[in-house]
Each structure stands twice: as structure tokens, then as C-alpha cells.
């Protein structure tokens, strides 16, 4: 088992990593719940088959448990959801002294959070993540849920009392969760510098590659990445931009190509690669491009997506992002490995650079 000890602002917690850890919740969770009350379980729908007696029957031997059953997919980080949840904590009498658990992925984890942020203002949750993308979501302390008007509208800083990362639930996770949530671990090692990312190149050629024993050392070393900036900019006023790498040009992806026809991942793995694009345009970096790009291909990212639009379209869109301030578009650029930085990049520069690279 790995740990990784993360600083918030209002608590350090653990994050355990290791395959098997589903099977030694009992004795891991012991001390972190000594005190506690009960247990509100919420399982992700599609985990609810593989992995819930195995979790229940752990945490059973510390306090009652009861269990909620969401059912998967982004639309569970509703106002709707969040209410049957909170609605089934209170019949289920869970007090101020429970602990909400989140069993699935990042989706479970942002609504059990921000489920438990709020019930009986503020309660303790643990989130156990199943998926590969939760070596992101599982760490930084931001929960919440979609509103109509757009993704992550509503939500709360609230950081968990522990973090119990089974890498033994990810063999039952489909190859397009794999790919999604890998292209974040990506974004940490470029984030990170050289040595990370010289790694994963040199051992990474395809998605059964990411299936390697090694992933837990590479969700660990991802996560101390992430840990790293969130310690010193929890609530995002200047370095914790650096995570958004990728991400202009990934949500203007996922928004107008339509949720559903590019995952998050494939958005921000194409989005990484037209940062690494336009650093080299702005003066920043001296990428080769050629080389980035068939990496990032050979792993079956769609690094050509944005020529599926028009440039006009992808320049609107990032002007109305929720990070977007003012209609200016922000980009994080990266001079090397390991040099992320920020700078306000000219609409007319980006449309070109669209027309250049995707027409
Ligand atoms: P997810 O939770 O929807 O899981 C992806 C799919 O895999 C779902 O269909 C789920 O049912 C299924 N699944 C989960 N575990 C499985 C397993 N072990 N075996 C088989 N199937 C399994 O999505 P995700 O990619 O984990 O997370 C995406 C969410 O995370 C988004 O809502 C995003 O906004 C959020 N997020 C939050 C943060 C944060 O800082 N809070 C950061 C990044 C992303
Ligand atoms: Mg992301």
C-alpha cells in the first residue's frame, strides 16, 4: 500500500493506494471513523453489482451502514439526485456524526461531497474511487453537481476524511473510462516534468499498457502532483490554474461536439496537444509537435477533433467558458516538462492557429 498525506486547509488526509484495500477497509478506516455514528453508503449503479457486498460487509464491522443506489452517469450530479439523497440520509437517521461514503467515480465522489457538505451543515464522507479518472476528482477537495445552465455550477470546498483507492476495482473498468481518466495522468506528467512523463512514454503505447501493475505508482505519483499544486492554492486564485492544461480546448470540444461523442478525456488529451501548439506560437516552448502527437495517437486519442468544427465555433465557446473571464480567453501554456504558466492569448491568434494546424 502507497500513501499519500494532502494538506487542506482545513484537515490533512490520506490517500491509501493499493490493490486489494477493499478487503482491509475495517482495519484501515478504524481510527479516521472512532467516534463516528453510522455510515450512509452510496454506490454508483454500475459498481453496485461488483463491489458493493465486499465494501458493505467492511465497513459493517465498524457502524451500521445504509445504502443508496445512484444511478451512474453525469446526470446524477443533479439538484434532483442531491435531494433524494439527502432525502434517504434523513430517513435513514443519519445524524452529525455519520460519515457519507462514496463507492464509484468521480461522479459519486462530487455528489456524495457536496451531499455531505451540506446535510446537517457539514458531515465527514470518505470517498473508495473506482475509476481511473479518480486520481483527479478524488483529490483537491471540490465537490458538486451540473446545474442546466452548465457542468460543476453549484457546489462546495469540502475535503474528505480519507481517501481508500482499490486499484483492484479498475480491472472491471471499460477501455473508454481507462483512456479518459489516463489523459489526466498525462496532464500531471507534463505538469510534473521531464522524468514522469519520459516514463509513461517509454512504457505506454496502448490502453492495455495503462493496465500495468505499475498503475498504482503512476495514480500515486499523479496524485502528488495534483496534492502539490492544490497545497498551495486550495481555492484557486493563481496556481491551481495550471490544472486546467488542456482544458480550454477540451470543454469547447466536449460542449460542442455534444457530451456523449468525446469523453472528457479525449477532449483534454487533443486540448494538451494544441496547448503544447500554441506555447510553441507564443514563444513559450519549443515542442516537438510531430513526436507529441503520435504519442497521444498511438494511445487512440482524437488529437485531430477540433477539425470536426468550424474555428469560429471553438473561439465562442472558450469565450463563454466558465473560466474565461471577461471574454478573454486564458491559456495555460507550458515552456517545458514541468514550466506551466498563464497567459491572455488574442481570439485572432487562436482561430489561426485552429485554421493552421486542423484544415
Ligand atoms: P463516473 O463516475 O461517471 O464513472 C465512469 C463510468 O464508469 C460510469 O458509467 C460508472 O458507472 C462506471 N464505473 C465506475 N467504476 C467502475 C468500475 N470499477 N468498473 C466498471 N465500471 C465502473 O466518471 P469519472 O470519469 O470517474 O468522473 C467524472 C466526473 O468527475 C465528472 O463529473 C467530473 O466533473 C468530475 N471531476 C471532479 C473533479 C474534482 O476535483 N472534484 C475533478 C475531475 C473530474
Ligand atoms: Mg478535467
Redo the contacts with the bound molecule.
Sequence with gaps: METVQIQAEKRSYPVMIGEGLRYQLADVLKETTAGKSRFLLVV????DA??REETESQLARLLPVSTYVMP???QS?SVEELSRLWEFAAESEMDRKSVFVAL???????LT?FAAAGYMRGVDYIQL???L??Q??S??G???I?LHAG??LAGAFHPPLAVIYDTG??H???DA?WR??FA?MIKHAYLDGEAFLQDLKARVQSVEDMKSPEVASWIKRSIEVKARIVEEDEREQGVRAFLNLGHTLGHALEKEMGYGRIT?GEGVAAGLWFALAVSNNEGAGHWDLEKEKAWLESLGYPVDAPGRLSADTIVESMKRDKKASHGEIHYVLLEKPGKPMTAKVEENTIRQLLDRYYK
Design positions: 454508483d449503479e454500475a459498481v461488483l463491489y451512474g452517469g453525469e450530479k464509484g467515480g468521480g461522479v459519486a465522489g462530487d461531497g474511487p473506482t475509476t479518472l479518480a483527479d476528482s483529490v483537491g471540490k465537490t458538486g451540473n457542468k460543476n476495482t479498475l472491471t473498468l471499460p473510462e479518459s481518466g489526466e472528457h
